[in-house]
Every structure is written in structure tokens, then in C-alpha cells.
């Protein structure tokens, strides 16, 4: 990680997760289903949900890796205040880095207007 780069901020309890989901901003896009939340107090949070129904720990913890280093690749220099929930599809374990990085920017500019 560059020494400029924000961290990237998690919501931590499920009152966070229900406060966004309730909040009925929804957006698909490609492997994924975005809830958003313009209360944030600082920043860029964002809360990744990986249901069992996506495969085994392996699967679902590569996905987490993978959606929390690209959105904190896009979310650098960004200064959106959003709280994000972000609901995977399988897809996102078997598309790759560029194009997930690509849905990723996409959800970002449009949830940010």
C-alpha cells in the first residue's frame, strides 16, 4: 500500500449493516448488489456480506480479499462519504482482478451523485 493511500474504513455491527440496507438505495451491477448509505461520518466505509451459499471459507474469504483491495484501490483520493454494503454474487470469485477493479469504480461514481 502506497503511504498516501487512505485506509479503507469497514462498518463493524449489524446495526451499521441494517442502518444501510434499510436505507433503500440498491443498485446491481455485474457480480454484485450495492446497498448505500449517505450518514456516514467520515469517509468511505464499506461492509462486504459473503453468505455460506457462495462456497467454503476459501471462496468467500478470497472474495472479501479481493472487492476490500479494490475499493480501497478506487476509493484513493476519493472523498465520498458513503457507507456501502456490498452483497457478492459468485461471479466475483471467478471474474478477474481488472474487471472487478472496473464494477467497482462504476458503483462508486454513480452511488457518489
Do not use: W
Not at 46 to 55: A, D, F, K, M, Q
Amino acid at each position: 500500500m502506497n503511504k498516501g493511500s487512505a485506509v479503507l474504513e469497514t462498518l463493524r455491527t449489524g446495526s451499521e449493516y441494517r442502518r444501510v440496507r434499510s436505507a433503500g438505495n440498491v443498485m446491481r451491477l455485474g457480480p454484485m448488489k450495492v446497498f448505500r448509505d449517505r450518514g456516514a461520518q467520515s469517509g468511505l466505509r464499506v461492509g462486504i456480506v459473503t453468505p455460506r451459499s457462495l462456497g467454503n471459507a476459501v471462496i468467500r474469504n478470497r472474495i472479501k480479499r479481493r472487492l476490500k483491495a479494490a475499493y480501497q484501490l478506487e476509493a484513493c483520493g476519493n472523498s465520498v462519504r458513503l457507507d456501502i454494503v456490498v452483497h457478492p454474487a459468485f461471479e466475483a470469485a471467478t471474474c478477474n482482478f481488472g474487471e472487478l477493479r472496473q464494477y467497482v469504480r462504476k458503483s462508486l461514481t454513480y452511488l457518489a451523485s
